[in-house]
C-alpha cells in the first residue's frame, strides 16, 4: 500500500498497522506539535454501506464516551476518494500485545492494568455501549505519570446494549469471546465483556490466552506463585455461563480491588521483614531514590520508563514514539551476561542504532555489572565519528562520566554515559543526537531510578559488544 504524503492536515510519518477493514497511520500534526494515529477506512470496504456505517459509529461512541480511559476522536474527515477517516491521540507506548510478545507481566501490574481496563468498559456499559472486541491489541499505553496511562481501543464492533438481546452476527475474537458471542443470535449483555476482560487478565498472568471451548487452568497452575485471590476472580470471570460470572464491570473491579489489597498486605508484611533484617540498607536505598527524583524534569518532555519502573528517563516529545521496555544484556558492554532493567525510546528503533540515519533516540540500562569493583565496561568506540574531551556530570550527587562523540555524519552526535548508585547497581546511558543542540545533561537531570533492583535472572547465552547497547531492549 503506497504511503500517502498527507490524510487531511495531516503529514502521514509512516503506517502503524493493517487490519480486514481499516489501516492506521502515524500522522504528524505540525501546526500543535503532536503525533497522531489516523484510521482510514480500507479501500476495498469503503462502498459497503454496512462497514462504512460501522466506522462512523465508531467515532460516534468515542465521541460521546469521553473518559480518560478510552482513546479519544479529535478529528474525522474524508480522504479525496471518498474514503472516512477519523484522528485519535497517538499512545506512544505501544499495546498490551506488544508487551505480552515479551511474556507475562508482573502481577501485579496485571491487576493494575486489568483494572482499568475494566473501568474504561464501565465507562461504555454506563453509556449503553457493549465493546465486544476486548483483546491486547485493544490495549494502548501512554507514557506519562508515575506510570503509562491504560486506553482501551477500537469501538468498530461496539453495539448498544439494549439491542444486544440477539445478533444476527458473530463476531469478536476467539480465546477472548464468551461462548455466547460465538453463536449467532445469542443474547450478550455486560457480562460479555466482563468475560473478554478475565481472558486478558489471564493472558496477562499466563502468557497466552485461554482456549476457546476448553475449561482455561487455574493461572496458578502455569505460574506458581500467583495467589488464590487472583485465580478466584479471573475463574469466576471466565464461567462459561453469564449468570455465574461477575454480574458487571464494577464488581469485577471491585474484586480486583480486593486481590490487589490481599497482595499489597502480603507484600508490606515481606517488606517489614527485610526492614528488620537489613534496615540501615534499605534506609540508604531509599535516601539515594529520594535524591533521584528530586530532579526535575525539563517542563513538557515525555517520561518513560521499564516494564518494571526500576528505571525511567524524560525525553523531548518527538522522541517518545516507539518503545522497548523489559531490559538489556551487560553482555554488551563486555560485561557477565545476564537480564537487567533497561529501555530504549526513540521515534523508529528499527532505525535509531544505524549511525547514518538522522534518528535521534536514549537507550538507559542499570545492572550491578556496572559498580565500582566489576570489570570495566567497553563502551561504544564510535569510530567513524571525532571524540570530545571526557568531562564528569553530577547526576542526582553520583559523579557521572560522559564521552562524548561529534560529527558523526548526517549532524549525528552519541554521548555514552556511565556511573554508579552504590551499593545497588551502575548506570548506562547512550544518547543519540541530531543537529547542534546537545541536551545530554538535560536528559541525565531527568533520570529517575528505584530503590530497589530485582535480582539478576538466570545468565543468558555470552554476546559481543556491540556499536549500540540500545539494540539488546526489547
Known amino acids: 500500500m503506497p504511503v500517502p504524503e498527507t490524510i487531511g492536515r495531516y503529514r502521514v510519518v509512516r503506517r502503524i498497522g493493517s487490519g480486514a477493514f481499516a489501516t492506521v497511520w502515524l500522522g504528524a500534526d505540525d501546526a500543535l506539535d503532536a503525533f497522531v494515529a489516523i484510521k482510514v477506512l480500507a479501500d476495498n470496504w469503503s462502498y459497503h454501506p454496512d462497514l462504512r456505517e460501522r466506522f462512523e459509529q465508531e467515532a460516534r461512541i468515542m465521541r460521546r464516551t469521553d473518559s480518560s480511559l478510552l482513546v479519544r476522536v479529535l478529528d474525522v474527515g474524508e480522504l479525496p476518494d471518498g474514503r472516512p477517516y477519523l484522528v485519535m491521540p497517538y499512545a506512544a507506548g505501544g ?13 501485579r501490574e496485571a491487576l493494575r492494568v486489568a483494572t482499568d481496563i475494566a473501568g474504561a468498559v464501565a465507562v461504555l456499559h454506563e453509556a449503553g455501549v457493549l465493546h465486544r472486541d476486548l483483546k491486547p491489541s485493544n490495549v494502548l499505553f501512554q507514557p506519562g505519570g508515575e506510570r503509562d496511562r491504560v486506553l482501551v481501543a477500537d469501538l468498530g464492533l461496539a453495539k448498544a446494549l439494549a ?80 449468570k455465574q460470572r461477575w454480574a458487571s464491570a464494577e464488581a469485577l473491579i471491585e474484586a480486583l480491588g ?32 529520594a535524591g533521584a527524583s528530586a530532579v526535575p524534569a525539563r517542563s513538557g518532555w515525555v517520561r518513560v520508563r521499564d516494564v518494571n519502573g526500576v528505571v525511567s528517563v524524560a525525553v523531548p516529545p518527538r522522541w517518545a514514539v516507539q518503545l522497548r521496555h523489559a531490559g538489556w544484556n551487560p553482555a554488551l558492554l563486555g560485561l557477565p551476561a545476564g537480564h537487567a532493567p533497561g529501555l530504549v525510546v526513540a521515534p523508529d528503533l528499527a532505525r535509531w542504532t544505524d549511525p547514518a540515519s538522522g534518528m535521534p533516540g536514549v537507550f538507559v540500562g542499570v545492572s550491578r555489572a556496572l559498580l565500582p569493583g566489576n570489570a570495566e565496561p567497553a563502551l561504544p568506540g564510535h569510530a567513524t565519528c571525532v571524540r570530545q574531551p571526557d568531562r564528569t556530570v553530577d547526576v542526582a550527587g553520583f559523579p557521572a562520566l560522559v564521552r562524548r562523540w561529534t560529527s558523526c555524519g548526517a549532524a549525528v552526535s552519541y554521548s555514552e554515559v556511565v ?56
Open 95 to 107: 499495546t498490551l500485545a506488544d508487551r505480552l510478545a515479551e511474556g507475562p507481566l508482573p502481577v
Open 163 to 242: 439491542n444486544a438481546s440477539g445478533f444476527t452476527i458473530a463476531a469478536g475474537t476467539p480465546g477472548y469471546m464468551p461462548p455466547e458471542q460465538a453463536s449467532i443470535g445469542g443474547g450478550l449483555d455486560a457480562r460479555a465483556d466482563v468475560y473478554a476482560v478475565g481472558a486478558t487478565l489471564y493472558h496477562m498472568l499466563t502468557g497466552r490466552p485461554p482456549v476457546a471451548g476448553r475449561a482455561p487452568a487455574r493461572p496458578s497452575q502455569l505460574r506458581p506463585g500467583v495467589p488464590s485471590t487472583v485465580d478466584s476472580v479471573v475463574r469466576r470471570a471466565l464461567q462459561p455461563d453469564p
Open 258 to 289: 480486593r486481590a490487589s489489597a490481599s497482595m499489597e498486605q502480603v507484600h508490606h508484611r515481606g517488606r517489614a521483614r527485610l526492614r528488620r533484617i537489613a534496615g540501615a540498607a534499605v534506609a540508604l536505598a531509599a535516601v539515594l531514590a
Open 419 to 474: 556511573f554508579a548508585v552504590p551499593p545497588r547497581f551502575g548506570v548506562y546511558v547512550q544518547i543519540k543526537q541530531v543537529g547542534t543542540a546537545d541536551v545530554t545533561d538535560e536528559l541525565l537531570a531527568g533520570l529517575r531510578w528505584s530503590s530497589a533492583l530485582a535480582p539478576q535472572a538466570a545468565p543468558l547465552t555470552r554476546s559481543s559488544p556491540g556499536s549500540a547497547a540500545a539494540a539488546s531492549a526489547r
